[in-house]
Every structure is written in C-alpha cells, then in structure tokens.
C-alpha cells in the first residue's frame, strides 16, 4: 500500500487525449475556476478501481494523496476516504470526517465535492448539530459553499429538506455559477420528493434567483409549468 503503487496503477489507466478533454471540461486553463489542476486522463470507474484495490492505504498517506497536483489522484483520495467511512465505526467516521475538512481546499473542482461530500459530510452531521454547514455556506471559498449545499443531499435522500432550503437562501445570489447550478441541483431534489415544498420556496425567490439556478430547479416540471416560471408568470 504506497503511493508510488497507486500513481503507478492510475497512469496504467492514463490518456493524454483524455486529459485535454478533461482540462477543458474541468476549466483547468488560466482564469477559470479549476485554473492550474493537471489531469492525467483517468476516468471515474476507473478511479473507483484504483481507490477500491488501495482503500487500506494508511491515513497520513491518504492525506498526502489528497494534497497532490493531479486531479485523479485527489480524487483517488476521496473515494477512498468515502469507502473508509461507509466502512468504519463511530471513531473512524468522525476521523474521516475532520480530515475531510481539514483538507477542503484540497477538494478544488466540481466533481471532487460531489462525489464525497453528502457521503461524508452530509451522512455524518445527519443526527448532529448542522453548524459547521452554515459556516461553510458563508466562506469566501466557492469549493466550501458547494460542499455546504451538496453536503445536504443526505438529508433530502431522508426526506429533511429544512437545512437544504436554508443555506439555498443562503446562497441564492452567490457570484458563482457553479453555486447556482448547485443550489438549482439541490432544489430540483427537494421537488422530486415534494414539488409542493419546493415550489414554496420558488414563489419566495424564483423572480430573483440567478437564471441558471431556477433552470436547474425547475428541470422536471411540465413543459407548461416550466415556461410560467421563466416568463414570471407563475
């Protein structure tokens, strides 16, 4: 279990053609939100496989992994912190669970948050106080605001839609489309469970949301009821 086996097995899966197309899916070039991640070309199943065959991989080495340059190896280091938290008793969870926001600038892109953190994060604080949320909803880091608001998918999945709805309010005028095609995302789940709870909060702030975001959150209404909204007839 080291990290040269794991870079070694992740470059086994590497494709030049692939990176290219995954810096400019990513927005890895200068000035746009992932600016300066190196990709290696490795696909997420892929990913799952390396992650899945080193999920043993001692802690500290984890966490060197999650500081790496190479997006597929932090994202390595996610999964299998994913898996070590499904995995682990009350202790282990909640070492995982600190570690993870220790190292949260280091879970830098998209696909990085929304593939860890209602697993950790949002699984974890379930039955606990939610403060460390609404924190995260009010930092200066984008990354942190968009854990804050995936995070809450746990809950919705159980049907608790009170803190998702809070820091949507939270984030409803954020700078960052990333926050609002997030936030759309999250309502968009609220209203596949409850479309009457959903659309109590779109008739408070849908005239003034961000375009995407209400988008987003409106994705699976009627044709009908989808064109009331954009039009600010509904």
Excluded at 4 to 27: D, H, T
Excluded at 63 to 88: C, D, M, N, Q, Y
């Amino acid at each position: 279990m080291t990290l040269g086996g794991i870079q070694k097995e992740l470059q086994r899966y590497a494709s030049p053609a692939k990176a290219k197309i995954l810096r400019g899916f990513f927005k890895a070039e200068p000035g746009e939100y992932g600016e300066g991640d190196i990709f290696i070309g490795v696909q997420v199943p892929a990913v799952r496989e390396v992650a899945n065959e080193f999920q043993d991989l001692p802690m500290a080495k984890i966490v060197r992994l999650l500081k790496s340059k190479i997006h597929e190896e932090r994202l390595t280091a996610l999964l299998i912190l994913v898996i070590r938290f499904a995995k682990g008793n009350e202790a282990e969870r909640a070492r995982v669970f600190k570690l993870y926001l220790q190292h949260a600038r280091h879970i830098n892109n998209w696909d990085l948050v929304d593939l860890s953190a209602a697993k950790i994060v949002g699984t974890f604080l379930a039955d606990r106080p939610k403060d460390v949320l609404y924190r995260l909803a009010n930092s200066s880091s984008l990354w942190e605001r968009r854990i804050a608001i995936v995070s809450t998918f746990h809950f919705i999945r159980q049907n608790k839609f009170a803190d998702t709805l809070k820091i949507a309010k939270i984030l409803l005028y954020d700078k960052e489309d990333l926050i609002h095609k997030a936030v759309g995302w999250m309502l968009r789940e609220v209203g596949k469970r409850d479309q009457i709870c959903e659309e109590r909060f779109l008739a408070k702030h849908y005239k003034g949301m961000p375009r995407t975001m209400l988008r987003y959150a409106i994705e699976r209404f009627s044709e009908s009821k989808r064109q009331a909204y954009l039009q600010g007839k509904a």
